[in-house]
């Protein structure tokens, strides 16, 4: 049984947790942070232990409040990319992918520190909107962040549709009593994915909490919250 309380202090204290999708899908491990602990540290540890794409995930609720829609919705109107667009990935599912920015106090945007600043203040909007100061918080991201930059955002399409890290991890926020701002990045091993035994075995000699998607899933469902 997962301890939730334990899931909400590791993320609050600025730890990481693991999060496994599904053997019936990507199969593979994400590193998730708390997006409002996120500094440049946890910016470079994720590049060098994690190694995939390092994103920041929000709900439903942050892309409809902003209105910025999902990359594929922009790319299917131009006609030259359309065909590019209306294919899915192997495993099925439309992508979770919006728009990619940066700050507008960033020098390029890709260094730790640039990508840290962004997200912090990614989350700073988020916050806003999960606390319905809807008209501050589009303001601050209209005002703050230009487009297209180094750090991607990415939002739920909700369990009941899509059951990727994106929705993962925006349902655990909410089942931890979190404001979806999360950051998350892919684990890699030469060549390939981290297998699901590596990472366990990396969660375990690192006593990193380690959660299965089935496991969230079941929880959501039971407190109503996959369209989120």
Avoid: Q
Avoid at 86 to 106: C, E, L, M, Q, S
Avoid at 161 to 186: D, Q, S, W, Y
């Amino acid at each position: 049984m997962v301890d939730w309380l334990k899931v909400r202090n590791e993320l609050l204290s600025g730890r990481p947790v693991l999060i496994f999708d599904s053997f019936h899908r990507e199969s593979e491990v994400d590193m998730v942070f708390y997006a409002e602990t996120v500094d440049s540290s946890k910016i470079s540890f994720l590049r060098k232990n994690a190694g995939g794409l390092i994103c920041f995930v929000s709900g439903r609720l942050f892309r409809e409040i902003l209105n910025i829609p999902f990359m594929r919705d922009i790319l299917v109107k131009e006609p030259s990319l359309r065909e590019l667009a209306v294919k899915n990935p192997r495993y099925g599912d439309p992508p979770a992918f919006n728009i990619w920015v940066n700050h507008v106090n960033t020098r390029t945007g890709i260094s730790d520190e640039d990508r840290a600043l962004t997200i912090k203040k990614l989350a700073e909007v988020a916050k806003l909107v999960y606390k319905g100061f809807t008209s501050s918080a589009r303001e601050i991201f209209f005002r703050e962040f230009y487009s297209p930059g180094h750090v991607p955002i990415l939002t739920s399409r909700g369990l009941s549709r899509r059951k990727g890290h994106t929705e993962l991890v925006t349902a655990l926020a909410l089942l931890t009593g979190l404001t979806p701002a999360m950051v998350i990045a892919e684990m890699l091993s030469d060549g390939l994915s981290l297998s699901y035994e590596d990472a366990r075995r990396y969660a375990f000699s690192n006593n990193i909490v380690f959660l299965e998607g089935v496991d969230i899933i079941a929880v959501a469902e039971e407190r109503g919250l996959i369209n989120d």
